[in-house]
């Protein structure tokens, strides 16, 4: 059975592009939860491809640089709420 790749694009119509060649828009929700299982474009098997977490349209994306200091700060400040807890 052939499949159909479905990308969000996360603009302002809630388009999809699909690996058929064709987008659609959603008004609501995504296509699995429109109950879309199949591309009405080429018949294929639907597969949902979304952002785990989609930027907000105001905010800029992090650099590579600035997600890696986020994170080992973030972690270094886990480490240490842990270790301040288990000398209570």
């Known amino acids: 059975?052939?499949?159909?790749?479905?990308?969000?694009?996360?603009?302002?119509y809630s388009s999809w592009d699909t690996t058929c060649g064709r987008m659609f828009c959603m008004t609501e929700d995504t296509p699995k939860k429109n109950d879309y299982n199949?591309?009405?474009?080429c018949g294929?098997?639907?597969?949902?491809?979304?952002?785990?977490?989609?930027p907000d349209e105001d905010s800029e994306l992090e650099t590579p640089?600035?997600?890696?200091?986020?994170i080992v700060a973030e972690?270094?400040?886990a480490i240490a709420a842990q270790r301040q807890g288990e000398s209570k």
């Open 65 to 70: 640089e600035a997600m890696h200091a986020r």
């Open 1 to 12: 059975m052939n499949e159909c790749t479905w990308t969000y694009s996360g603009d302002d």
């Open 44 to 54: 294929g098997k639907l597969i949902e491809v979304m952002p785990v977490d989609p």
């Open 75 to 77: 972690t270094a400040d």
């Open 38 to 41: 199949f591309c009405p474009g």
